[in-house]
């Protein structure tokens, strides 16, 4: 079974509007770690923001909230008044203790102008 | 403080070659993964190594060995090139191994091509 499953290859969001990725993933280990890179063209990835399992709020980073539904499996990213240099690959990402990162199968992002 | 650094950023080599890449880590962080990205198959984790030892391995053939030095910096080797070894390879780098908040800080990659 995957780990981390993002559904959604691509999305189109109007520039200054909101957008939701979607993120599912697998675990029986009680205690876990949920993140989110970005990645430009250029192929950096970048680190938006992170959850942890026990974590009793949804994390927020600047325009960047993770909508954290533990008893769905679900760890969505959500990117408020959108903005052009938004446009890049999404990644969703597990951290189980001891063990790897798993990684989404990515969103690519496309903000209209 | 500088990021992570990979060596070369691009390469082209062909078939039944061998390559190294390399990947200097933040300073002080001890843990450095490595991951194959490419566009049918994402990302995919190689291994991890932490203090000179290798903590996890991903479901890659014996061709593709990695390790890491006394500073921390690590190697990776893919030997007998083949033409889907192709992809972006990332290396990350965390302070730490194996914790939840272990958050990966990861170099520009090496773009390999091979014909």
């Known amino acids: 079974a995957q780990k981390i499953t993002q559904t959604q290859p691509g999305m189109f969001v109007q520039e200054k509007e909101a957008v939701t990725l979607d993120c599912t993933y697998d675990?029986?280990?009680?205690?876990?770690?949920l993140f989110w890179y970005k990645q430009p063209s250029s192929g950096e990835m970048i680190f938006l923001i992170y959850?942890?399992?026990?974590?009793?709020q949804n994390a927020t980073e600047g325009r960047y909230s993770l909508n954290f539904q533990k008893a769905r499996k679900s760890a969505n990213l959500v990117i408020s008044a959108s903005q052009l240099g938004d446009s890049a690959m999404y990644f969703c990402?597990?951290?189980?203790?001891?063990?790897?990162?798993?990684f989404g199968t990515g969103t690519s992002l496309t903000v209209i102008p | 403080k500088a990021g992570v650094t990979q060596t070369p950023r691009y390469l082209i080599k062909t078939r039944g070659q061998q390559v190294t890449l390399s990947c200097s880590p933040i300073s002080g962080h001890r843990s450095v993964s490595w991951y194959q990205q490419t566009p049918g198959q994402g990302l995919q984790f190689l291994f991890e190594?932490?203090?000179?030892?290798?903590?996890n391995k991903g479901n890659f053939p014996g061709r593709f060995s990695g390790r890491q030095f006394s500073n921390s910096r690590s190697e990776m080797n893919v030997s007998t090139l083949e033409l889907g070894d192709s992809a972006l390879y990332l290396c990350?780098?965390?302070?730490?191994?194996?914790?939840?908040?272990?958050?990966?800080?990861f170099g520009p990659g090496t773009r390999l091509t091979v014909l």
């Open positions: 190594y932490f203090s000179e030892t290798q903590r």
């Open positions: 990350a780098s965390s302070l730490l191994a194996g914790g939840l908040n272990n958050e990966q800080f």
């Open positions: 675990t029986s280990d009680p205690s876990y770690g």
């Open positions: 959850q942890g399992s026990y974590d009793q």
């Open positions: 990402a597990m951290m189980e203790p001891g063990n790897q990162f798993y």
